[in-house]
């Protein structure tokens, strides 16, 4: 395993894409600090660059980085919901990569409780980006076999099981309480 961790950990430094299971489908991501590989994961998916990235992490702290100091009550708010398929939009750092936010102030995060994408951000001691595992306006991968069609050697497919959520994660705006997507 600590050789095939310190080949993935290479794979995403080169900019390299990889795929994995979430809460309702496999999620395509990179390392959320790699100007590279955010171009290519927006190209592959075909995806509008100005609608942003949402980023998962197994705890708080990866995701602090990229997230503008926050109110305790907020921070609060935001924790009691986590680890879950709740994801919060917050303002975003002054050091958020314009590319995770399609320029816009904010950033969508979400610590997962997902048991596979929680151990790989843990393993890996980073925040990664996680958008759902198939082209814009297409049906999300919900196999490895799946993902491996898609994209073949593109991407590095993570093996394992999406959890049983039908839908993606309950997506909510941190300053209004709006929820964006139930």
Not at 101 to 127: E, M, N, Q, S
Request: hydrophobic share 40%; aromatic share 4%.
């Amino acid at each position: 395993m600590r050789g095939e961790l310190a080949e993935l950990r290479a794979h995403l430094t080169r900019g390299g894409l990889i795929a994995y299971p979430t809460e309702s489908c496999y999620g395509l991501g990179c390392d959320p600090r790699n100007e590279r590989a955010l171009r290519r994961l927006i190209a592959l998916k075909g995806r509008d660059a100005g609608k942003g990235l949402l980023l998962i992490a197994d705890r708080f702290a990866p995701l602090r980085r990229f997230v503008a100091p926050l109110p305790p009550a907020d921070l609060a708010r935001m924790r009691h919901s986590w680890p879950g398929p709740v994801t919060w939009v917050v303002p975003a750092s002054s050091a958020c990569p314009t590319r995770l936010t399609g320029g816009r102030p904010t950033i969508a995060v979400r610590v997962t409780a997902h048991p596979v994408a929680a151990r790989l951000c843990r393993r890996l001691g980073l925040a990664l980006v996680s958008t759902s595992a198939n082209r814009s306006g297409q049906k999300p991968a919900k196999t490895a076999a799946q993902c491996r069609r898609m994209f073949g050697a593109r991407v590095c497919v993570i093996g394992g099981r999406i959890g049983a959520r039908k839908r993606p994660s309950t997506l909510i705006d941190l300053a209004s309480g709006t929820v964006l997507r139930p």
